[in-house]
């Protein structure tokens, strides 16, 4: 069965400082992965997903992640951070157990704060 | 456009009680899933309804149900609420029934007392 567990239920950084949060993840197939941000009262919004193309993946507002197999992990990062920033961070993995292809297991999710 | 809308914001309902929870698709998407997210915690996939058939359901109780109408709107079903079922539900849409592209609304708090 596909997981992910995510490292750190809470990160703080300071404003212009890198941001890493870290993913792991288990899956018996090669996996489709996943980073969501949440902001407050919000829904998920989508930053990036790794579809087996590049293992490089760059999504929106300035972030990235790498797929890494052999470490098992999909740690998104992003060079400076900004105030705007701050919201919970959600790694997700595609559950292929040969029925469904609609639905998503995500992680516990990874708050971030950005300090002035 | 208009995105994913959900409808109610918030909810409180009583032990025992029943609720529906509602969800518009974007237009044109075809797929609508639902998701749980107590507090504190990931997204817990419930179903997934493409071209109103059922395509997924996860591990949840059969107090749980949902149908999708012809216009590709849905309803979540919860019967007899547990203090438990406190919880954000989340609704997404996608084109296809992949989960690729999903798009999610803001949810319906339901707060069970």
């Given at each position: 069965a596909q997981s992910v567990t995510q490292l750190g239920s809470h990160v703080s950084v300071s404003e212009g400082a890198l941001v890493l949060l870290r993913c792991n993840y288990s899956s018996s197939v090669p996996p489709y992965l996943f980073w969501y941000v949440q902001y407050p009262?919000?829904?998920?919004?989508?930053?990036?997903?790794?579809?087996?193309?590049?293992?490089?993946?760059?999504?929106?507002?300035?972030?990235?992640?790498?797929?890494?197999?052999?470490?098992?992990?999909?740690?998104?990062?992003?060079?400076?951070?900004?105030?705007?920033?701050?919201?919970?961070?959600?790694?997700?993995?595609?559950?292929?157990?040969?029925?469904?292809?609609g639905n998503l297991i995500f992680g516990k999710g990874t708050k971030l704060s950005v300090k002035p | 456009d208009a995105g994913v809308t959900q409808s109610p914001t918030h909810l409180i309902k009583t032990r025992g009680q029943h609720v529906t929870l509602r969800c518009s698709p974007i237009s044109g998407h075809k797929s609508v899933s639902w998701y749980q997210q107590v507090l504190g915690q990931g997204p817990?996939?419930?179903?997934?309804?493409?071209?109103?058939?059922e395509r997924g359901r996860g591990n949840f109780p059969d107090r749980f149900s949902a149908r999708q109408f012809p216009n590709y709107s849905s309803e979540l079903n919860v019967n007899a609420l547990l203090l438990g079922d406190s919880a954000l539900y989340l609704c997404a849409s996608s084109p296809g029934d992949s989960h690729e592209k999903l798009f999610f609304g803001s949810g319906t708090q339901l707060s069970v007392l």
């Open positions: 009262n919000q829904g998920l919004q989508l930053l990036l997903k790794y579809t087996s193309a590049a293992t490089l993946v760059k999504g929106i507002n300035g972030f990235e992640a790498e797929f890494k197999k052999s470490e098992t992990s999909f740690h998104l990062t992003k060079p400076s951070a900004h105030m705007s920033d701050a919201a919970e961070y959600f790694c997700a993995v595609s559950d292929w157990n040969g029925g469904s292809q | 817990q996939f419930i179903f997934q309804y493409y071209e109103k058939e």
